[in-house]
């Protein structure tokens, strides 16, 4: 390596990517406070793409996470996801030309992630994807498209766990551009515990010392179909008078809800909130008897706390989450009894992944440091 700054593009763009590229942003600062006179150094932007930009989706994560303004925003907004993928590349590609960086980093699996890893590698710039190698084998969900592309394109695959070294070894990567790092999102969380304790969103709830559920449900195979997204409220009310249910609404279901006149049975028991911040969603998590979600990230939170799982669909690509930790696939039909058994079990269940550890921002920024 020469002693040129190393000039990287780290890219976010849906809130899932903020909490990811918050730690490595972290890791590079303080390798650049660190790193000897005369070794290079770290020159980096952040683009944000503007795939997620109301304030509740977007800002409160920069603040939560501490994280710098972005170099730049290419505000691309929602549209379908032809449309929002050919905005995204096409304002990326000008920053590429104009940045000259030596590597664009992609995190996690949106289309943000996918688009801009199609960019950086047509114009032959090296692409580092953070969270490589998770596959749900379904590709009904447009996140599995995304992760596979990004893969193929990626000339660096950081990996959280050993099932997704597996996959992309069956996929045909070659095993020297595949590092096994951890789980980022676990770094996030172990900086933010403290915070996410403090700001104890149950007592500010009235829930404090009572059991609830945490909800959190937001893909398009839950909401996009009313009849579905009706059924998932009418159980979630039934068990509301069993244990009170907090559930933040992301604006994709809000919208389904509003569009379909679907009864909402909101009550002291039924707490359907705005979307919240990080802090606070740690601490329902940790906090929670049980959660119930169909996100990625909550998974692999509730796995880190033990806290007991379910999550809402029929596969899962953090396979992890349930060989080890504390996470269960539902579905409909299944709902009740699984939340019934769950609430009949321990409280805290299953063990922690190795190398979720809060590390994996720096094992990363030494790799790229090291293959450039
Ligand atoms: C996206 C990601 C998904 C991730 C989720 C986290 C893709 C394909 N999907 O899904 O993997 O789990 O983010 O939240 O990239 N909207 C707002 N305000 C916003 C953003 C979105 O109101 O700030 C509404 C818009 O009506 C939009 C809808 O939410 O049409 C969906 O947003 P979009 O970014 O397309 O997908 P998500 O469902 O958020």
């Known amino acids: 390596m020469t002693n040129n700054p190393l000039k990287i593009l780290i ?8 909490i990811k590229v918050a730690p490595l942003i972290k890791a590079a600062q303080a390798y650049n406070r660190t790193a000897a006179n005369g070794s290079a150094k770290l020159d980096w932007r952040l683009i944000h793409t503007g795939q997620h930009y109301d304030t509740k989706m977007s800002n409160v994560f920069f603040q939560d996470l501490d994280i710098p303004a972005p170099n730049v925003n290419l505000d691309v907004g929602s549209s379908s996801h032809a449309t ?42 090296r692409v580092a994807h ?12 447009p996140e599995e498209i995304n992760r596979v592309v990004t893969d193929a394109l990626a000339d660096l695959l950081f990996t959280p766990s050993g099932d997704a070294n597996e996959n992309l070894l069956r996929e045909g990567i070659p095993e020297k551009k595949i590092r096994l790092v951890g789980n980022i999102m676990i770094d996030a969380l172990i900086k933010n515990l403290g915070k996410s304790r403090q700001c104890n969103m149950p007592k500010t709830l009235g829930l404090h010392g009572t059991k609830f559920l945490y909800v959190t449900l937001h893909r398009p195979s839950n909401v996009d179909d009313p009849q579905t997204l009706a059924k998932i409220m009418s ?19 809000k919208a389904r809800l509003v569009k379909s006149a679907i009864p909402v049975f909101a ?7 705005e979307p919240i911040g990080y ?18 990230g ?15 669909r029929p596969n899962t690509e953090r396979p992890i989450t349930i060989r080890l930790g504390s996470n269960r696939l539902t579905d409909l039909e299944h709902l009740h009894s699984d939340i019934d058994s769950a609430l009949l079990g321990n409280r ?21 440091l090291a293959c450039s």
């Not at 940045?99 to 960019?119: F, H, L, Q, R, Y």
């Not at 953070?130 to 969900?141: I, K, N, W």
């Not at 159980?235 to 559930?247: A, D, H, I, K, W």
């Open 298 to 312: 909550l998974q692999e939170e509730a796995t880190y706390f033990r806290t007991p799982c379910l999550t809402l």
């Open 84 to 125: 929002q993928t050919a905005n995204i590349m096409n304002r990326f590609e000008p920053i590429c030309h104009s940045e000259k960086p030596d590597w664009v980093i992609v995190v996690g699996d949106v289309n943000s992630t996918m688009a801009c890893a199609i960019v950086a590698a047509k114009l032959a710039i």
């Open 348 to 368: 805290k269940i299953g063990r922690i992944p190795e190398l979720w550890d809060g590390k994996s921002a720096d094992r990363i920024i030494s790799t790229l």
């Open 11 to 18: 890219v976010a763009g849906a809130r899932p990517n903020f």
């Open 279 to 296: 802090h606070e969603s740690l601490c329902l998590t940790e906090q929670a008897r049980l959660v119930i979600t169909d996100s990625g």
């Open 235 to 253: 159980e979630l009310n039934r068990v509301s008078s069993q244990l009170p249910v907090v559930f933040p609404l992301h604006p994709r279901t």
């Open 130 to 141: 953070v969270e490589a190698g998770l596959r749900s084998y379904d590709r009904t969900m």
């Open 267 to 273: 009550s002291n028991r039924f707490r359907l909130l």
